[in-house]
């Protein structure tokens, strides 16, 4: 019986271990420590109800209040162009696209100010391939590890924060974000950093490109160490906020890959379970007989 008990175990730890590779959280935790451009109000979350009812049942719910733009978000095109979409205006189809993750850790470290330009994407293209049109770019400048200090001033590169002009972080500058928008035609962009506009550039030119043309921005994207380059579907899960310029949002990938493998794993693990449940069962009555 121990033998039976074990196998099983072991086959269900398999299942289940295949399960958790297969969706990749791109998304913080929602709360009070997310983190927000300098000057917003602060993040609630109270209590309205909680505890055990004289029914004898558990009641428990909640009453928050946020700034659209606050931890891992995105942003409408509404944001910085008048008369482009808001939140509840972005189609379904745009918030849903072939993942392509862009990594420059290396240059973000070197250079805090770095920005992403035009011929780093074509050497990026020429190396792994053309990014497919309606893609949802992810920016990865290893800026998670910055996040998740929670401290402003490391994640907006500065000592100063309340002084804008004093930030340094990564971006993208407005000719690689030309080039994404028209010749792409990508749905959205996001960046683990705090905006797509690098921290020197004052006057947003990559959001004001984005809005232009409809496409969505993420920012504070999570895990995006965890991401393989290409091979991804990107979901942008975020609430139809009418008349929204923002919004926070579940964002997650799923793999191709792992899904692939995932379906393929899943019939070895079922078949798996049932040649050792028969094993076992034939192994515990023989030990009878
Ligand atoms: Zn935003």
Redesign the pocket.
Known sequence: MKTFTFLIGLSLCCKFSVYSRKIIDLSYDFGPKSISWPGNPPFNLSHLLIGKQPGGFWLEKNWFSSNE?RGT?I?APA?FYFGSLHIHQIPLDNLIGPGIVIRATKEANENNDFVMNKDFILNWEAENGQIPHGAIILLDFDWARRYLTFDENIIFGTKTVNDVSSYHYPGIGPDAMTYLVKEKHIKAIGTDAT?PDAGQAVDFPSHRICGRYNTT?I?NVANLASMPIKGSTVFLAAIKLKGGS?VPARVFAILDDDSCNMAATNIMSSSLLTIMIVFSIVNYFSGIL
């Open positions: 733009h978000h942003d944001h905006s921005i920012e923002g």
